[in-house]
């Protein structure tokens, strides 16, 4: 494994490369919050008697720096690494690699960085922040090419690296990205939609490397995409039926959306499936009830929708559909929590597949208990939610922690405050507060977490 094999070299030439006067403070280097391209164009030699010091300072650069690790940590402790299966990436990586001058993969003049092969290059790259990519891309052609292409991403996915960023879009402040890690908030390009899609409410759903904002331009229904990768808004086609106030989750690179209300305000029982890499919807089976205004979710490989009204009726169950089976399971009182009038869909997240709402009624946070299907209450909202019935509040999961997202009436900020449920509570929910983004207005519109 590259990765096992990187580490043991790392380890045998440790005295041999520290001894070196050319190696820069590694310290200074991997503790700095600016981006990685001046650290590797004024550290790294080109000559190839200089592999030794090059492999050191990639490794150690770039893994610690973004996983606060030492030098000596890595060095003398190691790190479990996963190896990766190079035959599902074969036919992107060719691409990446078509113009590096030599594919087998061994170090070239003309390889990412002189004196490494870029197969391992590239599996130190997916290891590091996302958040330097776009510096990447300035290095030269080459690292634009990799960057652009997609395929750090791909490489992430299968090496199971993810960081979870969050959009948000309040009532006084357009889309911005905020990266948990770094605490650094990121404005995202102006939509380029109609007033009317500006002006109406809109729905969200972070799917791969795209946020998908739907909503209702002059002409009828939208959805705008917004690219990762590209950073650059556009078109995403259009569900095969097109709605509002559905549930919705994504796992990974797809997404589902189940339910919600037609043109009409007909509720809706029909379902589909969103394939970010092939940017196509496929139909899926009906649900047994039509819902909307519901709440959808992704918990042990499969997915769920709870909540919601049908016609005049208030749904108290639940629906879990098998995505290997292609078949839905009614699911009764899985959500006690009747919707009230001008209430909001159901506010629920989950983290390390555990289930957590959040009741807009006593602001209180509730456990799912998957065995007995019953809800337990483990402490109280840090905001309050029964204020706006819900509105205005987001209630997200983002990595193992549970994040509540809001302010108060007459201030002109919103609050992230987290929770890490693995922690315990000891009776009580202990909120922290993870940042706060001023001139935002206190209602939140939307808010997504993005996994990748």
């Given at each position: ?15 041999e490369?520290?001894?070196n006067?050319d ?23 080109c000559?190839?008697?200089s592999?030794?010091?090059?492999w ?5 650069m ?19 690494m ?13 691409t ?18 002189p004196g ?6 590239l599996?130190?790259?997916a ?22 292409s ?63 904002v ?7 229904f ?16 259009l ?40 940017g ?13 205004m ?12 709870i909540?919601?009204?049908s ?22 009182d ?44 483990v ?10 019935n819900g ?62």
């Amino acid at each position: 494994m590259v990765f096992r094999y990187f580490f043991d070299e790392l380890k045998r030439n440790k005295d041999e490369v520290k001894r070196n006067k050319d190696i820069p403070d590694l310290p200074a280097m991997v503790g700095a919050q600016g981006c990685v391209i001046p650290q590797l164009r004024t550290s790294f030699n080109c000559g190839s008697e200089s592999f030794q010091i090059n492999w050191y300072l990639l490794g150690c650069m770039l893994l610690a720096r973004n996983k606060n690790l030492t030098s000596d940590d890595i060095l003398d402790k190691g790190t479990d690494m996963p190896s990766l299966d190079p035959i599902k990436l074969k036919k992107m990586k060719h691409t990446v690699t078509e113009h590096s001058g030599d594919k087998t993969g061994r170090a070239s003049d003309d390889s990412f960085l002189p004196g490494l092969n870029d197969d391992m290059v590239l599996d130190i790259l997916a290891w590091t922040s996302r958040a330097d990519y776009p510096s990447l891309a300035c290095v030269n052609r080459k690292f634009k090419s990799l960057v652009s292409s997609g395929y750090l991403y791909k490489l992430r996915r299968h090496l199971g690296v993810i960081e979870h960023w969050v959009y948000l879009a309040c009532i006084s402040m357009p889309w911005e990205a905020f990266d948990p890690v770094r605490c650094k908030w990121m404005r995202l390009p102006a939509l380029p939609c109609d007033v009317c899609f500006s002006s109406a409410d809109k729905e969200s759903l972070a799917v791969g490397t795209q946020l998908l904002v739907f909503g209702q331009e002059l002409t009828g229904f939208a959805i705008w995409k917004y690219s990762l990768i590209t950073h650059e808004w556009s078109r995403c086609p259009l569900m095969n039926l097109s709605r509002c106030l559905f549930g919705s989750s994504s796992h990974g690179e797809i997404a589902i959306i189940a339910g919600g209300s037609d043109k009409d305000g007909n509720a809706l029982k029909s379902a589909e499936f969103y394939n970010s890499e092939l940017g196509v919807w496929k139909n899926l089976p009906d649900m047994n009830l039509p819902r909307k205004m519901c709440s959808g979710f992704f918990m042990d490989g499969k997915f769920y929708v709870i909540g919601g009204v049908s016609g005049s009726e208030s749904l108290t169950c639940g629906e879990e559909y098998n995505i290997e089976t292609r078949t839905w399971r009614r699911i009764n009182d899985m959500y006690p929590c009747p919707k009230r009038p001008l209430q909001c869909p159901p506010l629920v997240a989950v983290v390390n597949n555990q289930l957590y709402a959040a009741d807009q009624t006593t602001n209180e946070v509730k456990k799912y208990n998957k065995m007995n299907n019953t809800w337990s209450v483990v402490g109280r909202l840090p905001l309050r939610a029964d204020s706006n019935n819900g509105w205005g509040l987001a209630f997200r999961g983002c990595g193992d922690k549970l994040l509540v997202v809001g302010g108060q009436l007459g201030c002109g900020y919103v609050v992230l405050h987290y929770w890490c449920p693995e922690d315990g509570n000891n009776g009580e929910t202990e909120w922290k507060v993870l940042s706060v983004r001023e001139r935002s207005g206190a209602f939140v519109c939307n808010c997504a977490v993005m996994s990748c």
